[in-house]
């Protein structure tokens, strides 16, 4: 019999291969992995990013039901972890996994959403705060105690003068304190304060053994219907931007409030236990968010921002796309004039997926939606001061697929590059070439290029 290190290879190996066969392999590698014991954190990391992957692109149903049968249930498999190794769960490469938590210093906006879905599962983290004693003029304003400390520089323990007064209101639960403050300071001072704030990713009622909705693990929004993969993923070389803007019209529709707040909500967990915040997520209008469906399972849920909170200069909209249900990234877009300027970002997990079809149908939808007649590319979304983007030579990804480089040096050096690459199979260009060839906005025309 193969060993649990052979069993979880070959179940690796099964999220490039589909057909009944590599259905029925990966049905039978799910069912010996749901008992198996992995000892190390490493190995549980890649276990759940493997199912997760798997959930997203699955090949029959039974796969959909085993491995979310493991990941709704992964927090048991942490148990017995020593401390460091559970620490490693809360790098924000793969933080949000069940069983785990965070800590990080939320805007307003977002502690104020998160603690009103998942109240007991969000405190203060007081031994990740060195600089309380800022709470010392906020809580003399609020409470007469603590006023007198202040006024009298006693040495006073802030924490217990918050804690206090919280418990006088006859919430003495979990988080209390951080929901006493955040109903009452504005959100500029709480947001000057830098308060840690600790999510625990377990469900409030600890005796349940349930985990958190808001984790990695368990997020997922309701479909009707799952997309199974029957053959190979779509990759780049199978897609064309020209093509995608000369297709049918990706179907649109406007949520209703009750629907608004449900999905911003989930949008807003997602990225939370990701330490990620967007403008358009902390201020979202939640009068108009829309779902569109880009088809082969993938959901895009957008939406602007309110009057008060629109740019000056731009038009804006933020949104995030669910594969199968399945959060796998966001967007964010500003335009003006019909140029609008994109940014893309998959989350890593999802990136051997649909990644170039995703991104074609999204510049589809924006050229349908908002009349935008040309795309830009941020260099830093290229690799310019972000050495993400280089590892993941992110300037080709855009440029195979039609973008130009708005600069004539680097075009010249795009062109030289390509021709080593035609000439010298497996060459890659080299770290130092492609932060040059990020120094600047690429572009993309939809006039350019003819279906």
Known sequence: MSSVADTFAQLDACKGTFGDAAARQTETLLRQLRRAHFPAASELLHLHETLLFLRAYPQSPNVVRWCDEILFTFARRLRGLPSEELAEFEYAEVSGVAGTGLTTNFSSVFAKSLTDRHRLNLQIDWDQFPHAERLAIVLADLIPEAREDWALGRHASWRKHLESAARKQG????????????????????????????????????????????????????????????????????????????????????????????????????????????????????????????????????????????LPSREYCAGMYFKNGVPMGYMEVMWTGGVMEVGFNLYYTFRQGETAWLYARLLKLFHQRFGVEAFTIDPYQLGHENEEAIASGAFWFYAKLGFRSQSKHVRHLMDREAARMAATPGYRTPPRILRQLAETHMEYRVTMTKP
């Open 171 to 310: 919430d003495g639960k979990p988080g209390s304190d951080l929901r006493w403050l955040l109903a009452r300071i504005r959100p500029e001072v709480y947001d000057l304060l830098e308060i840690p704030v600790r999510f625990t990713l377990r469900d409030s009622g600890r005796d349940s053994g349930r985990d958190s909705d808001a984790s990695r693990s368990r997020a997922r929004i309701p479909r009707r219907s799952i997309f199974y993969h029957k053959g190979p993923l779509l990759a780049r070389r199978d897609v064309s931007v020209a093509a995608e803007f000369a297709s049918a019209p990706i179907r649109v529709r406007k949520l209703s409030k009750p629907q608004a707040q449900k999905i911003l909500g989930t949008i807003i967990d997602a990225s939370a236990v990701r330490y990620r915040e967007l403008y358009g997520f902390e201020y979202p209008d939640q009068t108009r968010v829309f779902h569109a469906d880009l088809g082969r399972g993938m959901d895009l849920y957008f939406f602007g921002v309110p009057q008060r909170w629109r």
